[in-house]
């Protein structure tokens, strides 16, 4: 098992002549135990996403890269253990990855990553992996941005990870804004995707209504990640026609599982604002829609390897976390399955087959016990983690 040992990883930052993320975007470094980490998208206002995800740093928010020979962060095999995974998926099951700006490496970058773990080939050529602007054509991409290109190289890689014969189309917005993002993941859905993995989110406001017809599409998984800013609801995670995945810290132990979750106190969660309360959920501290519904793992702490750029025209291994691991990883779990999915109301009519998490806390809800259930986690559903974590593909569509 490659466990997550930070300490060991290799710097190869004046190799790649790079400065700090941090210096270079004045974006602050956090920590989580004794792992650094920095936010590879900024933050954003109004009708803006950025991407969650979190690259592991030095102390000075410098990326740390490893070589080929000392590939840290959890690997396809960890998480298939982790989460009971033994489905493989087909090649008539679509994965569309939405993100936002282009990735010019992305098949290179895919085959460096599956080659690594003995993952069947996926390339443009044999029809496995289509790259795509918002419109569903192949050209006319949009600039690149390397903290998003990122972002769709973890997208890729645990799509990969829990669905290898799954087929796999990245479809890239024009820009992060909700209206470009919405118009790609309409296109996913037009296109026939099965699921569509949605890794960003956005200050929740009086305006999401209007985007919700974007991520509505019965019969297709449509996943969105909640966020890393801890207790806090964003879109497009509270859409009512949405799969809210939450984020987890992951690690081994003695079990029979083998394998230990806590809430990551960066996990976005709570009671939102504007949008209503869907058929499918019954917590009773909030009125409105409640998020998260399922959960995986997020912590950078724990995190997963990663491979993709470093900087534009340089692609390395590098340990990520994020709740833009756990969507992800999620929708590749429904890709594995391939079963009838009816948004995330399959999960709540198949809740026992998640693994329960019922410890750790991502922020302050507030005092009125009723509420807490939103910030901590707790026995059966809780805000930051949901219904739990995969446990198996069971919970994740319907035969």
């Known amino acids: 098992m490659n466990r997550v040992l930070m300490a060991g990883l290799v710097s190869t930052?004046?190799?790649?002549?790079?400065?700090?993320?941090?210096?270079?975007?004045?974006?602050?470094?956090?920590?989580?135990g004794s792992?650094?980490?920095?936010?590879?998208c900024p933050q954003t206002f109004g009708l803006y996403a950025r991407c969650h995800a979190h690259m592991v740093t030095d102390a000075k928010g410098q990326p740390l890269v490893s070589s080929r020979d000392t590939?840290?962060?959890?690997?396809?095999?960890?998480?298939?253990?982790?989460?009971?995974?033994t489905a493989t998926g087909s090649p008539s099951t679509i994965i569309a990855i939405v993100d936002a700006y282009g990735y010019p490496n992305a098949e290179q970058d895919l085959a460096v990553y599956r080659a690594q773990w003995g993952l069947p080939p996926c390339t443009t050529d044999n029809g496995c992996f289509k790259k795509l602007n918002?419109?569903?054509?192949?050209?006319?991409?949009?600039?690149?941005?390397?903290?998003?290109?990122?972002?769709?190289?973890?997208?890729?890689?645990?799509?990969s990870a829990m669905c290898p014969n799954c087929t796999l189309y990245l479809i890239e917005g024009k820009d992060n804004s909700f209206k470009h993002l919405g118009i790609a993941a309409q296109t996913a859905a037009r296109l026939g995707a099965h699921v569509i993995s949605n890794s960003y989110g956005g200050t929740e406001g009086h305006y999401v209504n209007r985007f919700n017809a974007y991520y509505d599409h019965p019969g297709v998984a449509?996943?969105?990640s909640t966020g890393d800013d801890g207790y806090g609801v964003q879109f497009p995670a509270d859409s009512p026609d949405v799969i809210a995945v939450g984020g987890t810290s992951l690690k081994t132990d003695t079990s029979t599982r083998g394998w230990t979750e806590t809430v990551w106190s960066g996990a976005g969660s709570g009671c939102s604002r504007y949008q209503l309360k869907p058929t499918y959920q019954a917590d009773k501290g909030c009125r409105n829609r409640s998020a998260a519904?399922?959960?995986a793992i997020a912590d950078p702490g724990t995190g997963i390897a990663m491979y993709g750029p470093v900087r534009p025209g340089s692609s390395g291994w590098m340990v990520f976390g994020g709740t833009s691991v756990a969507a992800p990883l999620v929708g590749g779990i429904f890709g594995a399955n391939g079963g009838t999915v009816s948004s995330a109301s399959t999960i709540y009519a198949n809740s026992t087959a998640l693994f329960d998490v019922t410890s750790g806390s991502n922020g302050d809800c507030g005092t009125k016990k009723r509420k807490q259930y939103l910030c901590t986690g707790e026995v059966g559903y809780d805000g930051p983690t949901g219904l739990g974590t995969p446990n198996g593909e069971t919970a994740f569509g319907n035969h």
């Open 293 to 295: 519904d399922v959960s």
């Open 13 to 32: 930052v004046a190799a790649f002549g790079m400065t700090s993320l941090a210096d270079a975007q004045g974006v602050r470094v956090e920590r989580s």
């Open 134 to 159: 918002e419109n569903g054509l192949a050209g006319h991409y949009p600039g690149p941005n390397v903290g998003w290109a990122q972002e769709s190289a973890i997208d890729l890689d645990m799509a």
């Open 222 to 224: 449509v996943t969105a």
């Open 35 to 40: 792992t650094f980490h920095v936010a590879v």
């Open 71 to 85: 590939i840290n962060g959890y690997t396809p095999a960890d998480l298939r253990d982790a989460y009971k995974i």
